[in-house]
């Protein structure tokens, strides 16, 4: 297995990816895979983190299932504090908001539906970037020990051999319903088959929002069914109430009539 680097405390970022292999009715393209999150308390009076990545999703779009087992059983360095489970809402909430705000919605479990992210492992954002630069860092050089290997968000989300290993898992899923989750995954795959390259250019009415759009795959006719991220959905951080409140709607109307 290849793995892309290492998370602090040392696990392998492994590479995360649909396991069920069997035929599929709907194929769901995200952005990049998310990570088991921690609280880490420093040594001594030193400040921690509240919640840091430090294992891969153990299946992709996690529901943050047996979080506490997997921390458990990483061992730190001695003098480098300790691991406790993060807050419940910290671990799979982006899995949690598939499940409750798509799937569920569709009337589509999902044992019906191929996921897939078109950055396949876990990446650092620039606010877990300074958290481990100002907090983390400095305790693992007083220790002797190295920095983890954990690669940032690439500026380009997919290259050539990326959208034809993306294309490969689309035909082996043989679905005929490619949903997209926010901007991201029209802009670095879909596009490039000839759908548009945001969301917000298929509508932001009620009237325009979550329908199907025709789309042709590698010589498949498929039905491109584009919606917001399952931040937006979820309200999850920093999102937007004006899609939020569209896709809920779209949820109570129109998803259960759609397939």
């Keep these: 297995m290849n793995f892309f680097g290492t998370f602090p405390f040392g696990q392998p970022i492994r590479p995360v990816s649909q396991k069920e292999r069997d035929q599929k009715s709907i194929f769901v393209l995200g952005v990049y895979a998310s990570?088991?999150?921690?609280?880490?308390?420093?040594?001594?009076?030193?400040?921690g983190i509240r919640a840091v990545a430090v294992a891969s999703e153990p299946t992709i779009f996690?529901?943050?299932?047996d979080a506490?087992?997997?921390?458990?059983?990483?061992?730190?360095p001695e003098g480098s504090g300790q691991l406790l489970p993060a807050g419940k809402n910290l671990n799979g909430p982006s899995g949690r908001a598939l499940d409750e705000s798509f799937l569920e919605p569709l009337n589509s479990p999902r044992s019906k539906a191929w996921l897939c992210d078109l950055v396949p492992h876990s990446c650092?954002?620039?606010?877990?970037?300074?958290?481990?630069?100002?907090?983390?860092t400095p305790v693992m050089k007083k220790l002797g020990l190295p920095a983890p290997d954990w690669p940032t968000i690439p500026k380009k989300l997919s290259d050539e051999q990326r959208r034809d290993?993306?294309?490969?898992?689309l035909?082996?899923?043989q679905a005929k319903i490619i949903i997209t989750l926010g901007d991201q995954p029209l802009r670095w795959f879909t596009r490039f088959y000839g759908s548009k390259s945001?969301?917000?250019d298929y509508g932001t009415e009620k009237s325009t929002y979550g329908q199907f759009h025709p789309l042709q795959i590698g010589g498949q006719k498929l039905k491109l069914l584009p919606l917001v991220h399952p931040r937006q959905a979820g309200r999850l951080g920093g999102h937007s109430?004006?899609?939020?409140?569209l896709h809920e709607d779209w949820k109570q109307t129109v998803a259960p009539n759609l397939l």
Excluded at 35 to 47: I, K, L, N, S, Y
Excluded at 62 to 65: L, P, Y
Excluded at 165 to 169: A, F, L, P, R, S
Aim: glycine content about 8%; charged content about 35%; aromatic content about 8%.
């Design 171 to 173: 035909r082996q899923s």
């Design 241 to 245: 109430v004006e899609w939020a409140r």
């Design 198 to 200: 945001r969301l917000r």
């Design 124 to 136: 650092m954002n620039g606010r877990q970037a300074t958290a481990l630069r100002e907090r983390y």
């Design 68 to 76: 506490a087992e997997i921390i458990a059983r990483i061992q730190i």
């Design 35 to 47: 990570a088991v999150h921690a609280r880490w308390e420093g040594p001594g009076t030193m400040r």
């Design 62 to 65: 996690w529901c943050g299932d």
């Design 165 to 169: 290993d993306i294309e490969k898992e």
